[in-house]
């Protein structure tokens, strides 16, 4: 009795593996990671919502104050103009 090949079958070889071809440590490729527009949507939801959540309380009495002291003509002068733009280009750049 004769069995012949069906399809294509390599013969066994005992210098050849079985598996994959490729070395473990061969591939160049590096890792990605694709997110959807929703995901990143939701991402920049959530880092907003952390900042209001860690941003201080609203003070009105001070608020109020910080108003009526900047209706005030005698308040507005040279040495506040001059400490307050410092403060703001401090906060700018630290």
Request: glycine share 4%; proline share 4%; no cysteine.
């Amino acid at each position: 009795m004769t069995i012949d090949r069906i399809g294509h079958v390599e013969p066994i070889s005992p210098n050849r593996k079985a598996g994959r071809s490729e070395r473990a440590g061969g591939n160049d490729k590096a890792d990605t990671i694709n997110l959807s527009m929703e995901a990143m949507e939701k991402a920049e939801r959530y880092q907003v919502l952390e900042l209001i959540r860690s941003a201080p309380e609203l003070d009105e009495a001070r608020i109020v104050e910080l108003r009526q002291k900047i209706e005030d003509p005698s308040y507005m002068n040279e040495k506040v103009i001059n400490a307050t733009a410092e403060n703001i280009v401090n906060a700018w750049f630290a």
